[in-house]
């Protein structure tokens, strides 16, 4: 029996492979009637807003239903997105992992429901939760950074992400750290995304055993080294696999240089990393610390933690539910 | 006779070369009773306080004295200091072009003029200055970057400076733009000042013509290439000198990315930049701009103003009086 502490928040994380819904009280603790499946983008985005509709009315059966009113206890749907959204029309311009162009996401959804929404893309969402509910709880500037396909990004001043004049601010993926380095895949070179991302490790690694390096990898595909992915490395990196620490030593200095330009420029209280990297562990963020202690001011160095985030499965819906909830009349 | 239209607060800019004060008055307008001379940083910080005290005096003697009483016009005083500062002790920690240590500047010019202080650092106020009264006055988001003898910053947001934990935010002239880049003073590699700041341009200058460029910069030196300056190199680029040109396209790229990226990570409404290079003109600024096209977010980019300061002489003392302002009991 699940302890009725509404009103509940739905948030909704609209992934590239996963969809997740769940409800978040307003009052605090975990998310209720969670639903996770598997995003149906080849049917395109009507019909995954029909999936989301129903996995909504199926969470708030289980949730809330038991006592008796529903639609006075749900006050809303907080929605996070992949790729260039536009929050004020509530469309998503476009999304490289889903193909959607300029679908207005946050109407759809308003309207399968009957619950008004408010959209945010995944970063600014999974930072927010690591603010409300993670690993930076309630501190006063927190960056986030996100590391899954691609790197994202949010930043927080006072409990609000900042969205900079056209809304978005927070893209530290595409902070240039080698300006004649390797070709990232937004055309530029030198992108923090393009070494430290979840398929430039998988790059990496590639590349290196091309190369001639010997590793476990290579059995844990039986050769076909094309397969290895990032989550593969850090299962070599479990198993003690030396060329796999050599991988995450790289990608700790990669990642150490870009959070070192994030304290210099912003001096937070704390960076919190979020998404598969987090797999590689103790071990990532030592060598992370590291890199950043050489590379930023002494002060700031010292104010700031790095850290791993809290919620791996559930901040998307969290910081989506989170930011719905900051938002409505009378919140700060 | 100059208008009185005080209330007015001192603006005292303390420089690694030249002391500058001046009264700034509450209610707008060009600062009055300016004063400049060279720093006595032989003669150490004692002294150097001595001079600013004489300084003021007379400034305020010129400006408020004929209306008869002086201290009631008077409010304080902003402090603008180069190198690392404690603002509420009101120290300056370490300032490398002055030598001073752990220097309590705040209390001493408090003593001498017997009016309260506010200390902050150089980048802040000439970042601050152009919010309040030069080339991006009142914008919400703004990031001024100041380029002299080394590359500093300030971040603006609603009219605030952005300080951060430690109140270190804003040094992006210690941001990585390559990661095994050129020798920084700092001690890292591939830092933006490594290559932008005045001296970098300076040095990229000599290194060039020590490996056979033609320029006539040669010339303008009589031979002696190590005395090549900054403000040498934009003087022979208003000369038509094509090895200039090179130079300062090069510092345009360099520039173009530290800017590209705290677009992509803040996407402010107005980048300002301060300081010597707005020497080298529109054919720098129109270089950085293609830069920074090629490396941002497009709608942050088109967003985004990217302009020379609009105060080259009085940033520091409008700047340091306006935070003096702007944190008196009753301001927003």
Same mark, same amino acid.
């Given at each position: 029996m699940i302890d009725l502490s509404g009103p509940w928040v739905v948030g909704v994380d609209i992934g590239g492979t996963n969809l997740v819904v769940g409800l978040v009280s307003?009052?605090?603790?975990?998310p209720c009637g969670l639903r996770s499946q598997s995003t149906p983008s080849e049917r395109g985005p009507d019909a995954t807003v029909d999936e989301i509709g129903?996995?909504?009315?199926?969470?708030?059966?289980?949730?809330?239903?038991?006592?008796?009113?529903?639609?006075?206890?749900? /006050? *809303?749907?907080?929605?996070?997105?992949?790729?260039?959204?536009? @929050?004020?029309?509530?469309?998503?311009?476009?999304?490289?992992? /889903?193909g959607w162009v300029d679908y207005p996401i946050s109407r759809k959804i308003a309207n399968a429901l009957q619950l008004p929404t408010v959209l945010d893309n995944d970063a600014n969402c999974a930072t927010y939760a690591e603010w409300w509910r993670g690993a930076g709880q309630g501190v006063e500037h927190l960056v986030g950074i996100?590391?899954?396909?691609?790197?994202?990004?949010?930043v927080m001043l006072g409990g609000r992400i900042m969205r900079g004049a056209s809304g978005s601010a927070g893209e530290v *993926?595409?902070?240039? =750290?080698? /300006?004649?380095? @390797?070709?990232?895949?937004?055309?530029?070179?030198?992108? /923090?995304?393009?070494?430290?991302?979840g398929s430039s490790i998988a790059l990496r690694a590639i590349e290196g055993l091309r190369a001639g390096s010997q590793s476990v990898l290579t059995e844990l595909v039986n050769g076909n080294i094309n397969q290895i992915s990032a989550a593969l490395v850090y299962e070599a990196l479990q198993l003690g696999d030396q060329y796999a620490h050599e991988i995450i030593l790289e990608t700790a200095k990669f990642l150490g240089i870009g959070i070192a330009n994030l304290i210099n420029t912003l001096n937070p209280d704390v960076v919190v990393v979020v998404g598969g990297v987090v797999g590689a562990g103790d071990y990532l963020f030592g060598a992370i610390r590291e890199e950043v202690k050489q590379r930023s001011f002494k002060s700031a160095f010292e104010a700031c933690k790095i850290v791993p985030g809290q919620l791996p499965e559930?901040?998307?819906? =969290?910081?989506?539910?989170? =930011?719905?909830?900051s938002e409505m009349p009378g919140q700060l």
């Open positions: 307003v009052e605090g603790g975990e129903r996995m909504v009315t199926d969470a708030i059966e289980d949730v809330v239903s038991e006592g008796g009113a529903v639609t006075d206890q749900v /006050l *809303g749907v907080g929605i996070g997105c992949p790729g260039s959204i536009d @929050r004020t029309s509530g469309l998503v311009r476009t999304t490289p992992n /889903l996100t590391v899954g396909t691609g790197v994202g990004g949010g *993926g595409h902070t240039t =750290i080698d /300006l004649n380095g @390797r070709r990232c895949s937004c055309g530029n070179y030198g992108c /923090l995304e393009a070494y430290a991302s559930t901040a998307g819906i =969290i910081g989506a539910a989170g =930011i719905f909830i």
